[in-house]
């Protein structure tokens, strides 16, 4: 150990691209230790014939041909910029079982951004990396409250790229029964539900005098 140049090992423990911080020192007893942190991988990147790794602070290291880590998959051309929103994604779908179950992969085409889903044959169309949370929840909300009593193998996509709406596209021959595209907005009432509201309330108003005439006539009964 007296010829051991601690120094240049701490240098070439942390090169290493699977290592995140190194320290390497001596106790008072003449013991080497070594504290190592491994790089964590938030998401697995394929770019052509390329795949690697991407942790938390977005840096790049090198996938092991002999252990494959679970983390979120990832395609198309991606830039190191856009890592940072990638790992926000990623950890908002880890955040929640619904969506950590129900997205498997993320994929780029353009310059949009797509979720891989386990349910149906559709993809969710999320366009650019902003206001993920929100997008996030509005998905999961028309899943919950319209997707899951719908046929999902029907529609070829589903966006939420659009500000406070959903558009569906349905795939090829289902066009004949429903319109190509449909929008919903959740957050409003459709316009048979205000006619229903309406109704009922007016009901209610005719009703109402007829109860407290006819309490008037048990009244004088007595």
């Known amino acids: 150990i007296g010829d051991l140049n601690i120094l240049s090992l701490e ?3 942390r090169a290493m691209p699977m290592v995140d911080s190194a320290n390497v020192y001596l106790k008072l007893n003449g013991q080497l230790n070594l504290d190592i942190s491994q790089r964590i991988p938030i998401f697995r990147l394929s770019k052509k014939d390329q795949s690697f790794y991407v942790d938390e602070k977005g840096v790049e290291f090198p996938a092991s041909n002999n252990y494959s880590y679970q983390c979120m998959l990832v395609s198309g051309k991606v830039n190191p910029e856009e890592y940072p929103m990638l790992v926000e994604l990623v950890k908002i779908i880890n955040r929640d079982d619904f969506s950590k ?4 992969g993320i994929s780029k085409k353009g310059n949009d951004y797509y979720l891989m889903t386990n ?4 993809v969710v169309e999320l366009g650019r990396l902003e206001n993920l949370g929100f997008k996030i929840k509005g998905f999961k909300t028309f899943v919950e409250k319209y997707l899951i009593y719908q046929d999902q193998m029907k529609y070829s996509k589903i966006s939420v790229k659009y500000d406070n709406q959903i558009v569906t596209t349905l795939r090829k021959g289902n066009e004949d029964k429903e319109s ?3 929008v919903y907005k959740p957050e409003e009432k459709s316009k048979e539900e205000l006619k229903e509201g309406s109704s009922s309330e007016n009901k209610k108003e005719e009703t109402k005098p007829k109860s407290e005439k006819s309490e008037g006539n048990k009244d004088k009964k007595k």
Do not use: P, S, T, W
């Open 11 to 13: 240098r070439a423990i």
């Open 101 to 104: 179950n129900f997205f498997v």
């Open 119 to 122: 349910e149906g044959n559709y």
């Open 180 to 182: 190509k595209e449909r």
